[in-house]
């Protein structure tokens, strides 16, 4: 079933109707071909909340739907994972965006590391960002999610650290980390409702001083295993551990 996002304020319980804007019309109009009858999910992004409509009609710019009914099925992860991702080349972020939303993240925060091979200027920056998000946006609908996970601004890995000094558990995988079972321990601690940090470095990993500022900000080391995993290997490792902890 195709699903669309809204903005709260087009969705209206009390008259039974939903009024679908911007690209999405054309989508649905020229390119899925919708016929008034089908039936398709609208989320608003906030609520978790799925709004099960019928096509009603077309207008030259919207799509004006019936509000069947609301169904609450719990599809979001019951804490909000953050993944703070050191900068990679080429359009692995965008791989490391698609899958980081099919398993739940909240949110992604790009890092500007030490090591990080790509170099972002303000102008750059700020759209890359907005193209980051238009996939985010993209694998929510795909994967069915109730939120549109945020991509933050670039941030440096000071501002990141910062940012996550209210989290409740952060965490760091490094090579050097020992303790399978530790590592375990932790993942098996995580509580529904507690936010989580996940720290991932670029390509060439983090440099030691940025390791030891981040124990210096309570976040803790963890083991991914004796192999050497790629940065969007290590993301993806990190929150499949924690989506299985979490799901119920």
């Not at 019309?25 to 992004?45: D, Q, T, Y």
């Not at 900068?87 to 899958?99: G, R, S, T, V, Y």
């Not at 985010?136 to 000071?158: C, G, H, L, Y």
């Amino acid at each position: 079933m195709y699903q669309f996002f809204v903005e709260p304020s087009q969705i209206n319980e009390t008259d039974k109707r939903v009024i679908i804007t911007g690209s999405d019309v054309n989508h649905i109009k020229n390119v899925l071909r919708m016929k008034p009858g089908e039936e398709f999910a609208v989320s608003n992004g906030m609520d978790k909340k799925e709004y099960r409509c019928g096509l009603l009609e077309f207008t030259e710019d919207e799509v004006i739907c019936e509000l069947r009914f609301i169904k609450e099925d719990g599809l979001e992860l019951p804490s909000r994972i953050y993944l703070f991702q050191g900068l990679p080349k080429a359009d692995k972020m965008e791989l490391i965006l698609q899958k980081a939303v099919e398993l739940g993240a909240y949110e992604i925060i790009p890092m500007a590391t030490r090591r990080a091979i790509v170099k972002l200027d303000e102008k750059k920056a700020k759209s890359k960002v907005q193209r980051w998000q238009g996939i985010a946006e993209a694998a929510a609908k795909q994967s069915k999610r109730r939120v549109i996970p945020t991509v933050s601004d670039v941030m440096t890995i000071k501002e990141a650290f910062a940012y996550a000094d209210h989290m409740d558990v952060k965490l760091i995988p490094y090579e050097l980390a020992e303790n399978m079972q530790k590592t375990k321990d932790i993942i098996a601690g995580i509580q529904p409702g507690q936010s989580v940090a996940i720290f991932i470095g670029p390509e060439g990993g983090f440099e030691e001083t940025e390791v030891q500022e981040a124990f210096a900000h309570g976040i803790q080391p963890i083991t991914l295993g004796r192999r050497i995993l790629r940065t969007e290997t290590a993301g993806f490792t990190t929150l499949a551990w924690i989506m299985y902890q979490l799901e119920t």
